[in-house]
């Protein structure tokens, strides 16, 4: 950072180096979490002046019809791999997923899996929102994953990834105890805000599927052995890690990617370090660790 920029405060500096080792339950090395992102894209979404919904003019029917194929056909391939191997999900999810497609969201939460919030749709982003605009896409998510799932969402992750400068210090003050959002760490940290208790939750971007084939261009072999190599780095250092795998199933879920990611849920499960858990389970045992820490 050059002179005079300011630190914007979000959590204190902590040197990876030196930190006191943990383990997660079971002694395990490294806590593996799959956060399938269960969406929906509007086809012909309002214009938001600050960044274009598609490339592509309204409406992209193109664009539109391939994130379609999660709904319909990936998220039933991909969870069926995962439930196979033991893995629950921690659900990314765009809300109005919960009236335009009720059955997918069944099916997880029938899965036990856990979900937390990524707005309301990914193709609205909270650039140029006022606060009563995001307080009310708060509380709309908090509202309508509960009616939906009997779940109250401990977690967010911004739709696309946007954010204003209060968006850390609302969900705090909504009761939700982990950010998806802040990329800086591969354990969980506390996050200061105006009040509540947030910590951020370790996403990945590096492995996440969307940036392993549209971003990196890897072919499914590829992407599947980054991941074993993540993990294996991960299980090897001393304290207890995070190890997240992003997911988006109109792209994992894809006949000729799904059997190299099945690949790699063999190899973690067989492994026997990995402690396969839900985001909310890693921050319950995180939260454990530093209260005895200090006891």
């Known amino acids: 950072m050059r002179e005079g920029e300011p630190d914007p405060g979000l959590y204190d500096f902590s040197p990876y180096r030196g930190r006191t080792p943990f383990a997660w339950p079971g002694d ?14 509007e086809i012909d979404p309002p214009a938001n ?18 994130r ?28 109005a997923l919960c009236q335009h497609h009720p059955e997918v969201v069944a099916d997880a939460n029938a899965r036990g899996w ?17 606060e009563a605009q995001e307080r009310a896409i708060i509380e709309d998510s908090i509202r309508t994953v509960r009616e939906a799932t009997g779940q109250t969402i401990r977690g967010w992750l911004a739709p696309a990834l946007t954010h204003t400068p209060r968006t850390l210090d609302l969900i705090a003050e909504y009761g939700l105890d982990y950010t998806c959002d802040l990329y800086h760490d591969d354990q969980p940290q506390r996050v200061k805000t105006a009040s509540g208790d947030l910590i951020s939750m370790p996403y990945s971007l590096e492995v996440n599927d969307h940036y392993g084939f549209f971003i990196y261009n890897m072919s499914p072999r590829e992407y599947a052995q980054t991941l074993i190599r993540q993990f294996e780095r991960l299980a090897d250092e001393p304290s207890g890690t995070v190890m997240c795998i992003p997911l988006h199933s109109y792209l994992i879920g894809q006949p000729h990617r799904i059997g190299a990611f099945e690949d790699v849920l063999r190899h973690i499960t067989a492994d026997g370090r990995a402690w ?17 820490a200090v006891a």
């Open 49 to 66: 002046p600050h960044r274009k919904s598609w490339a592509k003019p309204h409406p992209d029917v193109v664009g539109y019809s391939h």
């Open 114 to 130: 856990e979900f937390f919030s990524h707005g309301i749709y990914n193709t609205r982003y909270s650039y140029g929102m006022d």
């Open 68 to 95: 379609d194929h999660a709904n319909r056909v990936g998220h039933w391939r991909m969870a069926d791999v995962m439930t196979k191997h033991g893995f629950p999900g921690s659900v990314s999810l765009s809300v």
């Open 276 to 292: 396969i858990t839900r985001s909310g389970d890693i921050a319950d045992a995180w939260r454990t660790v530093q209260q005895e």
């Open 28 to 41: 395990k090395k490294v806590a593996v979490w799959v956060s399938p992102n269960l969406e929906y894209y």
